[in-house]
C-alpha cells in the first residue's frame, strides 16, 4: 500500500525509529496512516516509495497547487471545442488556424484568470521551509510565461528555477521537464518530490521521470491511492500544502 494522507489537517506523530507502518497523521483525535511502504532508493524511482530518502529538490505545479483554482477546464473545453481532458495535446493536432483560434481563446482566459489569482494557503510558508534548509524549488506549468511571471510577481515569492512554461516542449506529462530541471540542478530524479493537483499530468510526469510524486488532493475527489490505477497513482496523498510540511518534517527525509 502506498502513501495517503486522509485528513485535511494535524501534525505528523511518530515513533522512534521512523518506519512506514508509524509515520502517520492525527486531526480531530483521529490517526490515520500516511506512509506504508518503506527502503531507501538511489536510482529512478520505479515502484513503492523507500526510505529514508535524501530530499535535494521540489518541483511544483503552479495552477491549482501554487495557486488556488481560477481557470474553468470545461469552459474552456467548451469554448475551444475540444473533447478530450487532454486540451493541449489534442488542439496541438489540429490544423494551423483551428490551432491558432483555439489558443487565443485559451489565452484570453488564462489572462483573465490572472485577475482573479490567489497564493495557495500554506505555499508561502513552505518556500520559507524549503529555503531555509537549501532545498531547490523548481516548477512546471502547462500554463504560458507570463502567467508565471505574473505570480512571481503579485505575491513576492522567491523565484522558482527553473520556472518552465508550456513554452518549454514537450510539457507535462512528458517526463522531459522534470528531467530537465535535475539536470540543470545536478540531482537525481529520485533525490526530487513532483507535486501537483493533477495525476494525469503532475504524477504521470513525475513517474516517467522516476521521481518521487506526491498529490495534492484539496477537494477530496481522487480515490484512495491503493485504489487508483498503478499509471497515475501518487507515493503520496495530501490535502493541503500545510500537510506537505509534516510530510517534510517526518524522518521519512533526509533535507539537502
Not at 535524501?54 to 488556488?68: K, Y
Not at 481532458?85 to 483560434?101: F, K, Q, T, V, Y
Not at 513517474?207 to 498529490?215: D, H, N, Q, S, Y
Amino acid at each position: 500500500m502506498v502513501a495517503e494522507a486522509e485528513a485535511l489537517d494535524g501534525a505528523v506523530t511518530a515513533t522512534s525509529p521512523r518506519t512506514a507502518d508509524s509515520l502517520s497523521i492525527t486531526a480531530n483525535g483521529a490517526t490515520r496512516s500516511l506512509l506504508s511502504d518503506s527502503n531507501s532508493a538511489t536510482g529512478p524511482i520505479t515502484g513503492p516509495i523507500t526510505g529514508p530518502i535524501t530530499l535535494r529538490g521540489v518541483v511544483f505545479d503552479m495552477d491549482g497547487t501554487l495557486t488556488v483554482p481560477c481557470i474553468d477546464f470545461a469552459e474552456m473545453r467548451r469554448r475551444v471545442g475540444a473533447t478530450s481532458s487532454d486540451i493541449l495535446h489534442e488542439i496541438d493536432g489540429w490544423d494551423a488556424p483551428r490551432r491558432a483560434e483555439a489558443y487565443r481563446v485559451i489565452g484570453e482566459m488564462e489572462e483573465e484568470a490572472k485577475q482573479r489569482l490567489q497564493i495557495m494557503p500554506g505555499a508561502l510558508e513552505l518556500c520559507s521551509f524549503l529555503d531555509a534548509r537549501n532545498i531547490r524549488r523548481g516548477l512546471i506549468t502547462r500554463n504560458v510565461k507570463d502567467s508565471v511571471d505574473h505570480f512571481h510577481t503579485s505575491f513576492q515569492v522567491p523565484p522558482f528555477s527553473p520556472a518552465l512554461s508550456r513554452e518549454f516542449q514537450p510539457y507535462k506529462p512528458h517526463a522531459a521537464p522534470l528531467i530537465h530541471i535535475c539536470a540543470q540542478w545536478g540531482v537525481s530524479t529520485s533525490e526530487v518530490i513532483m507535486v501537483g493537483d493533477s495525476a494525469k499530468d503532475d504524477v504521470v510526469c513525475g513517474k516517467r521521470a522516476g521521481a518521487i510524486t506526491c498529490l495534492l488532493d484539496e477537494a477530496g475527489k481522487f480515490p484512495r491511492v491503493d485504489e487508483m490505477p498503478e499509471d497515475i497513482r501518487p507515493h503520496f496523498r495530501i490535502r493541503s500544502l500545510s500537510e506537505m510540511l509534516d510530510l517534510l518534517m517526518s524522518q521519512m527525509f533526509v533535507l539537502g
